[in-house]
C-alpha cells in the first residue's frame, strides 16, 4: 500500500494510557492528522523494569509502528524516553522524546529551580538533569520518584491516588520547595488536579503540549502537514481495551474511532 507521506498517522506510544494525554495535546494542535495509539498495559508499569527489558518492548511497538508506516512516532512515555539514543538513530521514522521537549520547555521559562515527579526509572536516568543543565547550568532540579502511579493509574485504581500523591509531593518537599514542577510521567497529568489539591500554590508542567508542539513544527518544516482531513484516532493495546474508551472520554479526546486488543509481537 502505498500512502502519500504527508496522508500516513502519526505514531503515539507508551507503556499504557498515561500516552493518551500526549493524544489530547496532539489532537488540540494537529486536528486534522491521523493518530495511532498504542498502549502496552500488558506489561504495565515499564519503571520498574531493567534497561534490556524496557528495550525488548520497546523494539516490539517500533516495529509496529513501523509496519503501519507513520509518518512520525511521539514516544509519550518518559521512561521509554530517557532511553532514546538505544533505539531511535536505528529507526528509519523520526521518534520525539518527551524529556527533550519538557527540558526544553523548562529552559524556555527561566526558572530558578524545578521540581521533578516521575518513575523510578526515570529517575535514576539523571536524564531531566542533563539536559536542564545542558540549557540552564546550575539550575537546581529537585526529583522525587513514584514507585506505583503509574500502575495505580492503568489499572484505574483511583481511591489510591490522593495518598500515593500526598506522599510524592512530600518526598519531594524534603529536598526543595520549587514553584514549579514537571509531571514526569506521562499518567500524572491524568490526576494533576490531585497534585495541586497535594501542593497548593505549586504549577505542575504537563510536556505534552511542547511535545506536540516539537512534532508540528517537524512536520510543517518538512511539508507533511495534513490539511482539509476530519483527523482520527485509533487505538491498540496489549491490555483491556475498555479501560482506554473510558479513558478517552475523561480526557475528553471522545471515542476512539478504532478500538483493539493486540500482543506485541
Ligand atoms: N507513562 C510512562 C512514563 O511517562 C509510565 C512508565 C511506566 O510504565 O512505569 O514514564
Known amino acids: 500500500m502505498n500512502v502519500k507521506r504527508s496522508d500516513r498517522p502519526i505514531g503515539v506510544l507508551d507503556s499504557g494510557v498515561g500516552g493518551l494525554t500526549v493524544v489530547q495535546s496532539l489532537k488540540e494542535l494537529l486536528p486534522e492528522e491521523d493518530l495511532l495509539y498504542f498502549g502496552d498495559s500488558a506489561n504495565c508499569p515499564y519503571g520498574n523494569r531493567t534497561k534490556e527489558n524496557i528495550l525488548e518492548l520497546m523494539n516490539n511497538i517500533l516495529d509496529f509502528m513501523e509496519e503501519r508506516q507513520v509518518k512520525a512516532i511521539a514516544v509519550a512515555c518518559n521512561t521509554l524516553s530517557t532511553l532514546y ?133 517537524w512536520l510543517a518544516e518538512n511539508g507533511l502537514l495534513r490539511q482539509d482531513h476530519r483527523g482520527s484516532l485509533e487505538v491498540v493495546t496489549s491490555g483491556e481495551p475498555h479501560f482506554y474508551r473510558e479513558m478517552c472520554l475523561r480526557l475528553g479526546i471522545g471515542e476512539p474511532d478504532l478500538l483493539e486488543q493486540k500482543s506485541l509481537p
Open 85 to 217: 539514543d538505544e533505539y531511535a538513530p536505528a529507526r528509519h521514522t523520526p521518534i520525539f522524546s518527551i524529556v527533550q521537549a519538557a527540558a526544553n520547555d523548562v529552559a524556555r521559562r527561566n526558572l530558578k529551580e524545578v521540581g521533578l515527579v516521575c518513575t523510578e526509572f526515570t529517575a535514576n536516568s539523571g536524564l531531566y538533569e542533563k539536559l536542564i543543565d545542558e540549557q540552564c547550568p546550575g539550575l537546581p532540579v529537585y526529583t522525587a520518584s513514584n514507585h506505583n502511579l503509574a500502575s495505580t493509574l492503568d489499572q484505574g485504581r483511583f481511591a489510591e491516588v490522593p495518598d500515593n500523591v500526598r506522599a510524592n509531593m512530600q518526598r519531594l518537599f524534603a529536598k526543595g520547595h520549587p514553584d514549579y514542577v514537571i509531571l514526569g510521567c506521562t499518567h500524572y497529568p491524568i490526576v494533576k488536579d490531585e497534585f495541586e489539591k497535594a501542593a497548593p500554590g505549586v504549577t505542575f508542567l504537563n510536556p505534552a503540549h511542547a511535545q506536540a508542539e516539537d512534532i508540528k513544527n
